[in-house]
């Protein structure tokens, strides 16, 4: 994530308003799960899409990657979603 690739788009699909979410993985785009499935049109299917949510025990990253896969995007989850992320001191943002 140090340069970021332009065939990349990683998705912060957490259903949560900026406020109580504070922060999110540098250079992330906000794209609520609940919201996904109506904007798929906005997106670019020649992009690879990796999702993410709260924690590796939430369904939001789940149900957003099944939603992209089910559309014929190419997508993946985050293994452990922010907090492993957090947790591996990688770069963050506030929003």
Do not use: C
């Not at 998705?11 to 798929?40: E, F, T, Y």
């Not at 990657?65 to 997508?75: E, H």
């Amino acid at each position: 994530m140090k340069k970021a690739d332009p065939e990349m788009v990683v998705l912060d699909v957490r259903n949560a308003p900026a406020q109580v979410k504070k922060n999110q993985i540098k250079g992330a785009v906000a794209l609520a799960a609940k919201d996904l499935a109506d904007h798929l049109d906005e997106l670019d299917k020649s992009k690879t899409y990796v999702v993410y949510d709260w924690n590796a025990g939430t369904t939001l990253g789940k149900e957003a990657l099944l939603t992209l896969l089910s559309a014929g995007f190419k997508a993946f989850e985050l293994a452990g979603a922010l907090e492993g992320w957090k947790g591996m001191n990688l770069p963050i943002e506030e929003i």
